[in-house]
């Protein structure tokens, strides 16, 4: 069972690595891939280029030997669709593996904005963490339907099947994001609670987010 994470990663938080790191606890993945985008389609061009964020995603990373990085969407033009990369994840890794595209509850609650939304769960699950002040009260009506149609309580059946269902899995997410992370730097507050050393270096070393 491989699980994915994709996100902006503008930059990579310890957000991003406890959620990674709690769920590996409870499921048990060969793998963790983090996958950047490159041109995030419901977001805008980030100010920091796809190369830094991998940079960064790397470096965050090096140490842990579940986690690995997925630079497919920066090897692709146009905008990041998700459904593209599971496409060829498929072609690569065949029909049987179980692939979890890990989420937190901010992003799942707006999936039906998502590029052929609704094909996304014949090529994956969804393991969905709660993420601080992420109601579920917001979600939009069509996701709530999906995740009636979807939902297992059983986190093994995921490794029973390929695709096909989505886990809310409860974890003390950490309320860190990259936008509060991107204010503080340009106000000069201190963020090194909030990421891996390497990272705040790698941000210092190359100016960003100044
Ligand atoms: P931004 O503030 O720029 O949107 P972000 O902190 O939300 O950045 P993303 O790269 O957008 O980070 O997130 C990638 C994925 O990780 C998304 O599914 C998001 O919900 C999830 N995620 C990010 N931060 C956390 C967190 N602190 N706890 C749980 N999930 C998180
Ligand atoms: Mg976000």
Redesign the pocket.
């Known amino acids: 069972m491989i699980g994915i994470?994709?996100?902006?990663?503008?930059p990579i938080?310890n957000?991003?690595l406890h959620?990674a790191e709690r769920l590996n606890q409870t499921l048990a993945f060969e793998a963790i891939r983090f996958m950047p985008a490159a041109i995030p389609a419901l977001k805008g061009m980030p100010t920091v280029s796809a190369e830094h964020r991998a940079d960064m995603v790397k470096l965050a990373i090096v140490n842990h030997p579940t986690f690995e990085i997925d630079i497919r969407e920066l090897e692709r033009e146009g905008p990041s669709y998700t459904i593209d990369s599971l496409i060829a994840l498929r072609k690569e890794l065949g029909d049987k593996v179980s692939i979890c595209w890990l989420?937190?509850s901010?992003?799942f609650a707006r999936l039906n904005t998502w590029n052929r939304w609704k094909d996304l769960l014949n090529h994956c699950h969804f393991v969905v963490?709660k993420?601080p002040h992420s109601e579920k009260l917001n979600w939009n009506t069509e996701v709530e339907l999906l995740l009636e149609a979807h939902q297992t309580k059983d986190a093994n059946s995921l490794k029973n099947s390929a695709s096909g269902k989505v886990l809310i899995q409860e974890i003390a997410?950490?309320?860190?994001?990259?936008?509060q992370i991107r204010q503080h730097i340009a106000s000069k507050t201190d963020v090194s609670n909030f990421m891996p050393r390497s990272v705040m270096k790698y941000i210092q070393q190359h100016q960003l987010y100044q």
């Not at 994470?5 to 503008?10: A, E, I, K, Q, R």
């Not at 997410?173 to 936008?179: K, P, Q, V």
């Open positions: 994470l994709g996100g902006t990663f503008n938080h957000g991003h959620l989420i937190g901010d992003a963490v993420r997410a950490l309320d860190i994001s990259s936008t």
